[in-house]
């Protein structure tokens, strides 16, 4: 019992004596402004995958990936995102297919352009409009819904999703303005 205490008093002792020496960085203002790392999570319904919405602070991107659950060391079986279209939020549509919130900049191949010539460049300057899209865990066979229909271009936010169909895993029903009506669309996933 004398040894223990005489070792505690000596790691006492050396803490006070090193304790001025230690520095510690003091956050800065940047730190402080960072978004959080991780946005949004997010399990597919048979619990096996795991969705996750990150800022990728290295190049200002945010990115979706899917880690494997079933597999102890969680790999990383999806990727996608970049600094322009940037995922917001995830949710499973079935076991296999994810569904991905993104902000896509009006007018993005010149946003594009500005990205690479610009030293200042700043995603958040520009106005965003919101759509869904679909892909696999593996981050192949991305759909985007309403993608394609020329009719729904001036919507600014298509990304409402209204229900999911539990007896009907491939579709899922949106809610968007179509000549200044609110519809109600079932849409393959």
């Given at each position: 019992m004398a040894r223990l205490n005489s070792l505690i008093a000596f790691a006492n002792v050396a803490v006070l004596i090193f304790a001025p020496s230690i520095t510690i960085a003091q956050p800065s203002l940047e730190d402080f402004m960072l978004e959080p790392s991780l946005r949004q999570v997010d399990i597919s319904p048979?619990?096996?995958?795991?969705?996750?919405?990150?800022?990728?602070?290295?190049?200002?991107?945010?990115?979706?990936?899917?880690?494997?659950?079933?597999?102890?060391?969680?790999?990383?079986?999806?990727?996608?995102?970049?600094?322009?279209?940037?995922?917001?939020?995830?949710s499973w549509a079935n076991n296999t297919r994810l569904l991905v919130d993104i902000l896509v900049p009006v007018g993005t191949a010149a946003v594009e352009r500005a990205s690479e010539r610009r030293d200042d460049f700043d995603i958040r300057s520009y106005y965003m409009?919101?759509?869904?899209?679909?892909?696999?865990?593996?981050?192949?066979?991305?759909?985007?819904?309403?993608?394609?229909?020329?009719?729904?271009?001036?919507?600014?936010?298509?990304?409402?999703?209204?229900?999911?169909?539990?007896?009907?895993?491939?579709?899922?029903?949106?809610?968007?303005?179509?000549?200044?009506?609110?519809?109600?669309y079932k849409v393959n996933v």
């Open positions: 048979d619990g096996r995958y795991l969705a996750e919405v990150r800022n990728r602070h290295s190049d200002n991107a945010r990115i979706v990936i899917v880690r494997d659950l079933s597999d102890p060391s969680y790999p990383v079986v999806g990727n996608i995102g970049d600094k322009i279209r940037r995922p917001s939020s995830v409009a919101r759509r869904t899209m679909a892909m696999d865990v593996d981050a192949s066979n991305v759909t985007i819904l309403f993608g394609d229909d020329r009719r729904f271009r001036r919507n600014l936010n298509m990304s409402r999703i209204r229900h999911y169909l539990p007896d009907d895993p491939d579709h899922v029903q949106m809610a968007v303005s179509r000549r200044g009506t609110l519809t109600l």
